[in-house]
Antibody, heavy 116, light 112 residues
Framework: EVQLVESGGGLVQPGGSLRLSCAVS????????MTWVRQAPGKGLEWVVN????????YSVDSVRGRFTISRDNAKSSLYLQMNSLRAEDTAVYYCAKGARAPDSWGQGTLVTVSS | DVVMTQSPLSLPVTLGQPASISCRSS???????????LSWFQQRPGQSPRRLIHRVSNWDSGVPDRFSGSGSGTDFTLNISRVEAEDVGVYYC?????????FGGGTKVEIK
């Protein structure tokens, strides 16, 4: 059974940093693209960033480029999202998902709140 | 960026009746490999999104066959042949053919 479990969310002040983690099991992590998608409170889904199987390819939405960094540790079957210079508009539930162009499995999400 | 436009925003449906959601993209979703990366996701209240359909019309495992996807190029549709109570939630289309990947705004399905 495929499982994705996010952690690391919380309350952070504007300009602060946070690192999200996603622990996966049930599939060969090192062979799949991975994705972070976010959902602001009461809003729709927004794709944030992708990473290729070996970590060499990455794509991100303009609004987070230069502030958010995706990475992975294939030995630990873990995905990460380092978020710096956080803004109020980054407040959202962050989901990690398996796959790139059509993510087929999603975690339960972790809430990030950016507020003073 | 490719804009995904869903309609309607809200869809009240009688149990057992059909429902249809439209999704239009601002440019063709045919990718260079010949595939069309258009997916449909269901998000029930309080839950994570779940993929129902990928590459326009391919069901995911465990998805009831009352759901079907169709379309091509820039116009796509998700049909529910007979709505059941468990189908309540928000439905999103998503294109995976062009970076940045983009979602439609969502269609809320509710029971009349």
């Amino acid at each position: 059974e495929v499982q994705l479990v996010e952690s690391g969310g919380g309350l952070v002040q504007p300009g602060g940093s946070l690192r999200l983690s996603c622990a996966v099991s049930g599939f060969t992590f090192s062979t799949y693209w991975m994705t972070w998608v976010r959902q602001a409170p009461g809003k729709g889904l927004e794709w944030v960033v992708n990473i290729g199987p070996d970590g060499s390819e990455k794509y991100s939405v303009d609004s987070v480029r230069g502030r958010f960094t995706i990475s992975r540790d294939n030995a630990k079957s873990s995905l990460y999202l380092q978020m710096n210079s956080l803004r109020a508009e980054d407040t959202a539930v962050y989901y990690c998902a398996k796959g790139a162009r059509a993510p087929d499995s999603w975690g339960q999400g972790t809430l990030v709140t950016v507020s003073s | 960026d490719v804009v995904m436009t869903q309609s309607p925003l809200s869809l009240p449906v009688t149990l057992g009746q059909p429902a249809s959601i439209s999704c239009r993209s601002s440019q063709s979703l045919v990718y260079s490999d010949g595939n069309t990366y258009l997916s449909w996701f269901q998000q029930r209240p309080g839950q994570s999104p779940r993929r129902l359909i990928h590459r326009v019309s391919n069901w995911d495992s465990g998805v009831p066959d009352r759901f079907s996807g169709s379309g091509s190029g820039t116009d796509f549709t998700l049909n529910i042949s007979r709505v059941e109570a468990e189908d309540v939630g928000v439905y999103y289309c998503m294109q995976g053919s062009h970076w940045p990947l983009t979602f439609g705004g969502g269609t809320k399905v509710e029971i009349k």
